[in-house]
């Protein structure tokens, strides 16, 4: 059981989300109007879901001004398809994308996929290609340099970290990552790896090749 915020400005879209949800046992508290919720609350939420257009605030503005002060996954829901709303959304700290019109199933299934995400155990670190991974507190540090991955870059750089040397499609990073299956939502991967590799860049660091027509893989 999780506790979930779902934020939209269509009643019928969080009547939706939340009988669905409310199914799997979870808590689901929603909103229509984001300017008469206080803030910090958003902090005792296991996963937020956010519609990108509402006419108070957007949701990639409301995603940067609360990301700091939540740890947990941030899902946007949005009619929008087009590259440059995914890239911007990603990299203000959104987690996935779900698309409208969505069903029931594909709505339950990607919120189990981030939930069962957060709950594992990591205890470990290792180090590879330059870069170190404290699996515990889920870090990348590269030298003396902390590089600040969201969660879902975290995922993906330390799956691949882990199988170096495979080459894995943005289907099957997808797949195994947020533990869906989606075809259109694997787009989401490649604006992942562009934040990865800027991040990484910026400490001198570039371990994640492309092989083209296939993949990616960590060298």
């Not at 879209?13 to 919720?37: D, P, R």
């Not at 409208?100 to 590879?128: D, M, Q, T, W, Y």
């Not at 404290?134 to 691949?160: C, D, H, N, Q, R």
Request: proline content about 3%; overall charge negative; some cysteine.
């Amino acid at each position: 059981m999780a506790n979930i915020l779902a934020i939209d400005d269509e009643k019928g879209i969080l009547e939706l989300i939340k009988a669905a949800l409310s199914k799997e046992g979870h808590n689901v508290t929603t909103i229509n109007k984001f300017s008469t919720f206080p803030v910090e609350q958003c902090s005792n939420y296991d996963l937020i879901l956010l519609d990108v257009m509402m006419p108070d605030i957007d949701g990639f503005t409301l995603c940067r001004n609360i990301r700091d002060l939540v740890d947990c996954p941030i899902l946007f829901l949005t009619a929008k398809t087009m590259e440059e709303d995914i890239i911007k959304g990603l990299g203000m700290g959104g987690d996935d994308y779900i698309t409208k019109p969505f069903g029931i199933g594909e709505l339950r299934s990607r919120v189990a996929a981030h939930l069962r995400r957060e709950k594992r155990e990591k205890h470990n670190s290792f180090l590879i290609s330059g870069v170190n991974f404290k699996l515990a507190s889920k870090e990348v540090v590269v030298g003396e340099f902390s590089v600040p991955l969201t969660k879902s870059e975290y995922e993906i750089s330390e799956f691949l970290a882990i199988n170096h040397g495979q080459v894995f499609s943005k289907e099957k990073i997808y797949e195994t990552v947020f533990g869906f299956e989606g075809e259109s939502d694997s787009s989401a991967i490649v604006e992942h790896i562009k934040n990865i590799r800027a991040k990484l860049a910026k400490v001198g660091c570039s371990p994640i090749e492309t092989v083209w027509g296939i993949g990616y893989k960590w060298v």
